[in-house]
């Protein structure tokens, strides 16, 4: 363990230092130069010109980006705004729902933190019940998961928050089993599929859910704070922006309802100016986006593997219910910690300090406590990284 694994040959493209060990893509993703590059292009026509170009140029470059991430996740232009991320997109749904006293809300004990929060918080401004499912982790299957949320349904349950990848533990949800299931019951649906724009091949349409938001800077790899809302068409008419603004009683054609959320106020928008340079770019990567995906996903099963048999651990959840994340269970005493927001494990310090690995160790109490490590796999890294990080888990849980 003298030298450090080498990163895939696609490194060339990232700014990742080459003296750590990064399988943490996951929580903040990873913007490419040359995307970064082109990032650069655009603020600095906006400081040679900033009237013009807030003005006079960026409602066309922003929806001609919006047209382009329309096509790849298979939705209409019209029905998607820009948020800064997916937790921004979960506040601005619970904050245009009426609930009233009495009515549930249904999510899940895997929930991301803070969109579980936003939830709690709407849930006792309206005073509504938030009702949370017990999804197993480990688990069997889709059919067990679905099995596991439904039971939290009630004749009270009015609207329901599921994910499409769980953060902590990086499964993917059925989400069109769920969304039919809850719909079936004549309960609305939020989806917090802030790991799945990029990670799996989406049709939002299809899905069906009234509202669906995701993370374009994660698996997209665009500037960091770039995330889209999808609104179901028949959700639209009072459906308003977190931030009111300029643009409260806009009127442009198709993008009549969007444009209510176009300007919330003087910021840095070139972020969102950068997804449809990213959707290329990472498309050519490896020559296409399926390719990039399966790669992904191969790497995470295989490394997987090698985390499990040097830890002689069962795996949690089966392979068709990972995308390009993976989590494994580490034999450490579970303690639940003060913060789950900023709190790093020491052995997740310590495989920073004296290992130079980046990948997070999470601390999960809500069912079957215990501390996980999630190992994520992007282009950019290779089954060598994993490898040494088995050899690590190895030497310091020997069995």
């Not at 937790?87 to 009233?100: A, H, I, P, Q, R």
């Not at 998961?145 to 990848?165: N, Q, R, W, Y």
Request: hydrophobic share 40%; aromatic share 12%; proline share 6%.
């Amino acid at each position: 363990m003298n030298s450090l694994p080498s990163y895939s040959k696609h490194a060339a493209h990232w700014m990742l230092d080459r003296n750590t060990v990064f399988l943490n893509h996951g929580s903040f993703g990873g913007c490419p130069i040359p995307v970064l590059n082109k990032q650069t292009e655009y603020r600095n026509r906006m400081e040679q010109e900033p009237v013009r170009f807030m003005i006079t140029e960026l409602e066309d470059l922003l929806w001609k980006n919006k047209e382009q991430l329309a096509a790849f996740i298979r939705a209409k232009a019209k029905d998607l705004v820009f948020v800064p991320n997916a937790t921004y997109g979960v506040n601005t749904v619970m904050n245009n729902l009426e609930l009233k006293e009495g009515e549930e809300i249904l999510t899940h004990n895997q929930a991301y933190g803070a969109c579980w929060n936003a939830v709690q918080y709407y849930a006792e401004k309206s005073k509504a019940k938030l009702v949370i499912a017990e999804i197993p982790f480990p688990i069997k299957s889709e059919d067990d998961l679905v099995e596991a949320f439904m039971k939290g349904v009630t004749p009270k349950t009015k609207f329901a928050m599921i994910d499409h990848v769980t953060s902590a533990t990086g499964i993917i949800f059925p989400v069109k089993k769920l969304t039919d299931a809850l719909h079936e019951k004549g309960i609305e649906v939020l989806i917090d599929g802030a790991h799945a724009p990029g990670m799996l091949n989406l049709n939002i349409d299809e899905i069906g859910a009234e509202y669906y938001t995701g993370n374009c800077h994660k698996w997209i790899c665009s500037p960091k704070g770039s995330a889209l809302l999808h609104v179901r068409e028949d959700k639209q008419k009072n459906f308003r922006s977190l931030i009111v603004s300029h643009t409260y009683d806009k009127k442009v054609g198709d993008k009549l309802w969007s444009s209510h959320f176009f300007w919330p106020g003087t910021a840095d928008y070139t972020a969102y100016a950068c997804i449809g340079d990213s959707i290329d770019f990472m498309g050519s990567v490896m020559g296409d986006w399926k390719t990039l995906r399966n790669h992904n996903h191969d790497l995470i099963v295989e490394g997987r593997k090698l985390l499990l048999n040097a830890l002689e651990a069962e795996a949690p959840c089966p392979e068709n219910m990972l995308g390009s994340l993976a989590t494994v269970p580490l034999p450490i005493p579970f303690k639940a910690p003060e913060s789950n927001f900023n709190y790093i494990h020491p052995f997740w310090q310590k495989l920073m300090n004296e290992y130079h690995i980046q990948t997070p160790v999470f601390g999960w109490s809500r069912t079957n406590p215990c501390w996980w490590l999630r190992i994520a796999g992007q282009a950019y890294n290779s089954i060598e990284q994993i490898q040494y990080l088995a050899e690590v888990l190895k030497k310091e849980f020997p069995q």
